[in-house]
C-alpha cells in the first residue's frame, strides 16, 4: 500500500480546488452573491457571504495543503449540508436535487478526511501530527 499514498492528496486536490474555484467566483461576483443570499432569505447576507467566502476559498486552499486537514474538512462537511439544506431544499426541481446530493456527496468524502486525516504528502503529515498519515498494516 506504500506505492499508493498520494491517493489521500489525489483526493484533497479533487475535493479542495472545487471549493477554491467557487469561492474565487463569489469573490467575482459579490453583489449577485448576496443577492441570492438575500433571496433565499438568510439573514445579514453580506456575513453569510464573507462566512462563504472563507469557508470555501480558505478552506479549500488549507484543505489543498493538507493543514489542519481533520477539523477543516469537518467544518466544510458542515458547510455543505448547510448549504444543501439552505439552497437546494425544491426537490421537485430535478437541477436542486442533483446539487443536494451533490452536497451530501461532498460532506461524505470531507468526513472521511476528517477521520481518516490528510495523509502522507501533507503539511499536517510534515508536522507530525497524530492521524496525518496510517502506515500500511499490510504484512507483504
Do not use: W
Request: charged letters at 10%.
Amino acid at each position: 500500500m506504500e506505492r499508493f499514498k498520494f491517493l489521500p492528496l489525489l483526493g484533497r486536490i479533487m475535493i479542495g480546488a472545487p471549493f477554491v474555484m467557487s469561492g474565487l467566483g463569489k469573490l467575482g461576483a459579490y453583489a449577485a452573491t448576496v443577492g441570492y443570499i438575500a433571496a433565499m432569505g438568510l439573514p445579514v447576507p453580506p456575513l453569510a457571504f464573507v462566512v462563504a467566502v472563507l469557508t470555501e476559498l480558505g478552506g479549500g486552499l488549507l484543505l489543498l495543503s493538507g493543514y489542519r486537514a481533520r477539523f477543516v474538512s469537518l467544518a466544510m462537511a458542515v458547510f455543505c449540508v448547510v448549504t444543501a439544506m439552505f439552497f437546494h431544499h425544491n426537490f421537485a426541481d430535478q437541477n436542486q436535487m442533483i446539487h443536494f446530493l451533490k452536497n451530501v456527496m461532498m460532506a461524505g468524502g470531507l468526513l472521511q478526511i476528517a477521520y481518516f486525516g490528510a495523509g502522507a504528502f501533507s503539511l499536517d503529515a510534515r508536522a507530525g501530527r497524530a492521524g496525518a498519515y496510517v502506515p500500511s498494516l499490510d504484512a507483504s
